[in-house]
C-alpha cells in the first residue's frame, strides 16, 4: 500500500520545484518539494503523539499559515 507521504517524496523527486497546488483566496502556493516537507513534518507529528511526545508535535505554521 502506498502512504500519501511515499507518494509526494516520489512526485518530488520527478516534479522538484514546480507548483503542485494554488489555494484561490489565502495565496497558499506549495511545490511538489514544500509538500512533501510538510506532510513529512506532519507525519512527525503524529508520530510523536503516537509514541507520547506531546511536546514535539507541532512546527510553526504546519497548519497552513506557513507558506513552504
Known amino acids: 500500500d502506498a ?3 511515499d ?3 516520489t512526485m518530488a523527486a ?3 520545484e514546480r507548483r503542485l497546488v494554488e489555494e484561490p483566496g489565502d495565496g497558499l502556493c506549495l511545490t ?3 509538500a512533501a516537507k510538510r506532510v513529512r513534518r506532519w507525519a512527525g507529528g503524529v ?3 503516537r509514541d507520547g511526545h506531546a511536546g514535539h508535535t507541532r512546527c510553526a505554521g504546519d497548519l497552513g499559515t506557513a507558506r513552504g
Do not use: K, P
Request: neutral net charge.
Open 3 to 5: 502512504l500519501l507521504g
Open 7 to 9: 507518494v509526494l517524496e
Open 32 to 34: 511538489y518539494v514544500q
Open 14 to 16: 520527478h516534479n522538484g
Open 47 to 49: 508520530t510523536a503523539r
